[in-house]
């Protein structure tokens, strides 16, 4: 608009980045603003620990109603990208973590975004095939296969809930280590046994958190989970890994490209 400049927040000595909001516009200017600190957060402008200051100082900073500015703030509360505190204000915990769908490890991909992954392993025994496990690592049922159950930190926060079975030997006669699983990624030890991850089958979807889950992750019983089922092969077309995983929804998002067909 001619002779039309957007509203800048005067912010000297704030954290804040530059953010501006367009009153012509008829996007709602809570979520311009919500928008704006999203992308600051995603983006590491405004890193974990960040203190945004209260609602008050927050509105009076952006000439903005403090009505707008709690519900901006209040929809990345929804999203976990930040925490009120009582005493101390707003405050960035973590971004989500976007993870392309291709065939990688939650460690490797925790670890390429530097959220310095971390992981506690709950389970590392033999026992035998289940059904559908015998199905998706086509051996007999019955047969025994190695469970892995474990939960994936970034820092010191849970992400998400692993369970993984493996044909027993595949790893050596040693199996998966313990103290191995807790420094570093599946992906990475079959890897490490000359394992050649070629394709993999997955399928993605939701539901709401038991009390155990709730628990682990350090969510509400029935708050929303990300579920992801993954059976890997390797370059022989022999089936190396059967994964059934759980992520927090506010901290975790898949992400892929579609095309349009010709």
């Known amino acids: 608009m001619p002779g039309y400049a957007p509203q800048v927040a005067k912010q000297s000595g704030s954290p804040l980045p530059p953010l501006s909001v367009d009153r012509t516009s008829p996007v709602p200017l809570y979520f ?8 600051a957060v995603e983006n590491g402008t405004l890193p974990p620990g960040t203190l945004l200051g209260n609602e008050i100082e927050l509105a009076t900073r952006l000439g903005l109603s403090r ?17 009120r505190r009582r005493g101390v204000g707003t405050q960035v915990v973590h971004s989500r973590v976007r993870r392309p ?20 392993v709950l389970a590392n025994r033999l026992e035998p095939a289940t059904a559908p496990v015998a199905a998706a690592l086509g051996v007999p049922e019955g047969t025994d296969v190695h469970y892995l159950e474990r939960l994936r930190t970034a820092y010191g926060e849970p ?8 044909p027993a030997g595949l790893l050596g006669p040693d199996e998966p280590d313990t103290g191995r699983l807790e420094t570093t990624g599946l992906y990475r030890m079959l890897r490490s046994a000359a394992l050649t991850l070629h394709s993999a089958r997955q399928s993605i979807g939701a539901r709401a958190a038991t009390p155990e889950e709730a628990a682990l992750l350090d969510e509400q019983e029935g708050a929303p989970l990300l579920t992801m089922e993954r059976t890997t092969y390797d370059d022989t077309g022999r089936a190396v890994e059967h994964g059934s995983h759980l992520y927090r929804a506010a901290r975790y998002s898949f992400e892929l490209q579609l095309m349009v067909r010709p």
């Open 32 to 39: 311009q603003l919500a928008q704006q600190l999203e992308a």
């Open 67 to 83: 009505p707008t500015v709690r519900q901006a703030i209040q929809s990345l509360v929804d999203k976990g990208l930040l925490v």
């Open 101 to 120: 769908l291709e065939l990688s490890s939650l460690y490797d991909d925790l670890e390429a975004a530097g959220r310095r992954p971390a992981t506690r």
């Open 159 to 166: 992400m998400a809930y692993l369970r993984n079975h493996l």
